[in-house]
């Protein structure tokens, strides 16, 4: 599937209004979505490089770097190598007994999702803190009552979460939510796009803050690329 081809599958299969992109902003931040959708190791298949090293007051190289390469990294080995069994036993007829092709259909859809949700988690940190822009400031506000009343029902939300946090806008209703997820293929809102993501695993923070998950949580909010944020929020 070419760019222009993916660009298409994905306004359409996430409910975008036709002749939405003429609105000023919005074409730009679907090129860049492009772009991004483009490097995904999904695509490439191979790791996505890191934006950030490390974040100093935040999270260490030595938090950020195994958590890319083993987490991240070997999600994208699992679901490379079971979509290619898959696809031979489809194409080529290759044998699977039940077990093993529930097995594989299984890890394509855990760890593909956890792929782009690493994709989302990396590539949404910022070094220093930022605001939101207008018009996603705007719908949080509306959405929620105020920043910070989101701000709190978000940090909650991921001090909850054993796997993941996002704050989401579904296409149906135009809604945000901020969403709890306990493993990559649970607490999705099916067409949601996800605009903030947070990882709460362990493995994302333990290095730099052993038990202590709360301060991970509220030390992220500090670190939002806003920018990327206001991005996705126009591409959904």
């Given at each position: ?19 939405s ?38 999270l ?9 390469s ?28 039940p ?12 760890r ?7 994709e ?21 506000e509306?959405r929620?009552?105020s920043i910070?009343?989101?701000s709190s029902?978000?940090?909650?939300s991921?001090?909850?979460?054993a796997g993941w ?9 135009g809604?945000?939510?901020?969403v709890v ?9 099916w ?5 903030i ?6 493995h ?24 990327a944020?206001?991005?996705r929020?126009?591409?959904?």
């Amino acid at each position: 599937m070419n760019l222009y081809d993916r660009r298409n599958f994905l306004f359409t299969s996430t409910g975008a209004v036709a002749g939405s992109l003429v609105v000023s902003g919005l074409l730009d931040a679907a090129e860049d979505d492009d772009r991004h959708l483009a490097q995904s190791g999904l695509v490439t298949g191979h790791p996505k490089a890191v934006k950030h090293a490390e974040i100093p007051g935040f999270l260490s190289a030595a938090q950020i770097a195994p958590h890319h390469s083993a987490h991240y990294g070997g999600a994208l080995k699992a679901v490379i190598a079971a979509d290619a069994k898959l696809d031979d036993s489809a194409k080529n007829g290759t044998a699977l007994d039940p077990a093993a092709f529930a097995h594989l259909k299984r890890i394509v859809n855990s760890r593909g999702n956890s792929v782009v949700l690493h994709e989302l988690y990396f590539d949404g940190l910022a070094p220093k803190e930022g605001n939101p822009e207008k018009a996603l400031r705007g719908a949080i506000e509306q959405r929620f009552g105020s920043i910070e009343k989101w701000s709190s029902d978000f940090v909650a939300s991921a001090k909850e979460a054993a796997g993941w946090a996002l704050l989401v806008k579904h296409p149906v209703n135009g809604k945000l939510y901020n969403v709890v997820s306990d493993e990559h293929a649970m607490g999705v809102l099916w067409m949601a796009n996800p605009l903030i993501v947070i990882d709460t695993y362990e493995h994302a923070f333990y290095i730099d803050y052993q038990n202590r998950k709360a301060d991970y949580v509220e030390k992220f909010m500090s670190h939002i690329d806003w920018p990327a944020a206001a991005s996705r929020f126009a591409r959904a």
